[in-house]
């Protein structure tokens, strides 16, 4: 099913599940809504052990409870756990569509990264996912999401772009290919495993450079194009499948958005930061764990070209709030001042390690989208918060909330981003895509486990640097 079919729709609130309550739901009365244990996709003792110490050392219980439920959302419900041909893999769904993005699928066991050295079984589902990403790369370095069987035809098998069996969707995004880099250089510092980083992962990165050369434009339109019949704009593209017209200057096409819209200038400005920070950090894994230099280089060379466009183009002058970040330009001076909701975003530069949080014009840029000369930033009767085009105008993503809380160094911020979170969830537990700024009822996508996963990892993170917001 497509993600744009949930839009518009509205949840029931969660119906308890068949388990014993815990200490913590006879002591508040929260019902439980976690996956009952013996339908557990997965089950890690780290994560269990770090659910029971937040919920015992918090003192806002209801935070307590949504932790629970959320923080293991991912492994309770989404994972598919195999060894093939002796190797780990991992099938990972995005929740409510049975295919795997490799941007969310990254983004989903990201937050147990920490916890993965002191749990091997954890350790090997991570490394699983790294081992199918690679696949799924060598299959098609311009496609967002895939099946697990291999063979599967798509329900978008009649959209114009090269559809192959195993893909679900081919809508090209920047990011798709900067969040498995991220993913496997975390994995790799934080375990020091090198397993999964062998001939096949040394290939996807390759492929990846490959791709994202084409994608500079350079020589050329470049191999890739989609179009698709349907009724929504940003479900298609301009000018038969390539995109609106940008002046090639060193920056990296995207013709859609982490959202899987489509972009209106395809020089999409966060996915580039991303890209460069993604660049350099596989070249420190190509050159220390394969010791190749050259595909190193080349790929340090690439993330240098990048920069120095960025530096050239990504800065415009808002006539309110001056020198700031553009969301999306074209090389001719043209550019589009806003952000989305999904990561990566411009208020999420930081969290992705793109840009300092102190950087002068980053700050500006914060200041604008957290205000409501941001045309997607919602100011409603019952919340305020960062929004985007792909729920429409007045939702609130409760990702935007997230990320504003994961970039901050505010206290007062931080807690209101939480308290935000707390009055928001409409009684079910979970986080959403959506909500209305009006009323939290009226949500998108009851199952959006990556929402739910760095939730979890805001309140962890949140525990660890300010306990003291959490009582």
Known sequence: MNRREFIGKTAVIASAAALAPTVLQAQTGFPSVRTPEEKRKFKSVAVEK????????????ELAWMFGNCFPNTLDTTVDFEMVDGKPDTYVITGDIDAMWLRDSSAQVFPYLTLAKEDEPLQKLIAGVINRQTRCILKDPYANAFYKDGAKISEWKSDKTEM????????WEVDSLCYPMRLAYRYWKTTGDT?????????????????????????????????????????????????NPCRPVGLIYSIF?????????????????????????????????????????????????????????????????GRIYAYEVDGFGDYYCID???????????YLGAV???????????????????????????????????????????????????????????????????RTH???????????????????RKWFAWANTIFGELVLKTYRERPQLLS
Not at 214 to 228: E, I, L, S
Not at 340 to 350: A, Q, R, T, V
Not at 382 to 410: K, N, R
Not at 426 to 444: L, Q, R, V, W, Y
Request: proline share 6%.
């Open 50 to 61: 770090t659910i029971q110490e937040v919920q015992a050392n918090i003192g806002n219980k």
């Open 164 to 171: 192959k069996p195993g893909v679900h969707e081919r809508k």
């Open 195 to 243: 397993g999964p980083f062998d001939g096949q992962w040394q290939k996807a990165i390759a492929l990846t450079l490959e791709t994202f050369r084409a994608q500079q434009r350079k020589n050329g339109k470049g191999p890739y194009h989609f179009q698709r019949r349907t009724e929504t704009q940003s479900d298609t593209v301009a000018n038969r499948g390539y995109g």
């Open 257 to 321: 958005r982490p959202s899987d819209d489509a972009t209106v200038f395809p020089f999409l400005i966060p996915s580039n930061f991303f890209a460069v920070t993604s660049l350099r950090q596989v070249a420190e894994m190509l050159d220390t764990i394969l010791k190749d230099s050259a595909l190193s280089g080349d790929c340090l060379a690439l993330a240098e070209e990048v920069e120095i466009a960025l530096r050239e183009h990504a800065q415009v002058n808002h006539p309110k709030a």
């Open 340 to 350: 989305d909701g999904n990561i990566p975003s411009l208020l999420s530069l930081p």
């Open 356 to 422: 300092k949080a102190d950087n002068l014009v980053y700050q500006r840029t914060r200041q604008f989208l957290l205000s409501v000369d941001n045309p997607y930033y919602c100011q409603g009767k019952v919340a305020s918060g960062p929004g985007g085009p792909h729920a429409g105008m007045g939702m609130i993503w409760p990702l935007g909330v997230i990320t504003q809380a994961l970039t901050s160094t505010d206290d007062n911020e931080i807690r209101q981003c939480l308290e935000t979170l707390r």
């Open 426 to 444: 409409a009684g079910t537990g979970f986080m959403h895509e959506s909500f209305s700024m009006n009323d939290p009822s009226k949500f998108t």
